[in-house]
DNA sequence: CCCGTATATTCCTTGACGCGTATATACGTG
DNA sequence: CACGTATATACGCGTCAAGGAATATACGGG
């Protein structure tokens, strides 16, 4: 899904997924616990929900808002193929220390 | 890291972190596989680059971008504790099938 | 040294996003 | 039904990122 990388390139909700995954939250208990404002803290969780990364639980007045492990695995998922090369560079590392003579501590990434 | 997960919000950057997964790729071939424009693809493989996801090695004329696994596997750091909940999910399922009356089966997160 | 190839960068416009303020809606209580 | 609490939404604004077109830079060959 398109809207659920989205969601996360913002650190405000991903600070606030990192809350409810010790446990489900009221909005006001994550405006509370993370400083924002409570229409951000609202705002940010629709975000969420439509990206199907929380979902929700009405309880009287407050809404309960809890990760949606589902969507996590989807995340996952898209990570998995990718994980299998950094074992390969830590099997490489195990093999060969210094093949490629250290070259990867040289910083070419941020050259900006 | 804050630019990681901007530059993944972008479907075409993933897409290019998909093929660069299968192999290291010049900037040219990128264009054909992708069929982006050549600018958007060198506008991308930066932000990319800045975010730390992949690195580039000169080679006469051509760029030759690689994935960077270390950038990767921190992606997969911050998702790791969040993968415990859906290994306890998928434990729960096998203990008490419908404990929770099959409520996961709502899509109570499109609502919009 | 001029040229062709390969890639990066700049300028400009447009659309999306985040925040703050104010307001609307839902719910329980007296 | 008036009220307080809890949450969501609308509006206006500033910022930022993305795309297209044009241009600039790096490199190798004749």
Same mark, same amino acid.
């Given at each position: 899904?398109? =809207? /659920?990388? =989205?969601? &996360?390139?913002?650190?405000?909700? $991903?600070?606030?997924?990192?809350?409810?995954?010790?446990?489900?939250?009221?909005?006001?208990?994550?405006?509370?616990? #993370?400083?924002? /404002?409570?229409?951000?803290? =609202? !705002?940010?969780?629709?975000?969420?929900?439509?990206?199907? %990364?929380?979902?929700?639980? /009405?309880?009287?007045? $407050?809404?309960?808002?809890?990760?949606?492990?589902?969507?996590?695995?989807? %995340?996952?998922?898209? &990570?998995?193929?990718?994980?299998?090369?950094?074992?390969?560079?830590?099997?490489? #590392?195990?093999?060969? &220390? *210094? !093949?490629?003579?250290?070259?990867? =501590? $040289? !910083?070419?990434?941020?050259? *900006?």
């Amino acid at each position: 899904m398109d =809207s /659920t990388w =989205s969601a &996360l390139a913002d650190p405000h909700r $991903r600070a606030m997924l990192d809350v409810l995954r010790e446990r489900a939250c009221a909005v006001g208990e994550l405006v509370e616990e #993370l400083g924002f /404002t409570q229409p951000t803290t =609202s !705002k940010h969780l629709r975000v969420l929900r439509k990206a199907g %990364l929380v979902r929700v639980r /009405t309880e009287a007045q $407050r809404r309960i808002y809890s990760i949606n492990a589902e969507q996590m695995a989807e %995340l996952d998922a898209w &990570l998995a193929p990718f994980r299998q090369l950094w074992n390969e560079r830590l099997d490489a #590392l195990g093999h060969h &220390l *210094d !093949k490629d003579e250290h070259s990867h =501590s $040289r !910083k070419q990434t941020d050259e *900006d």
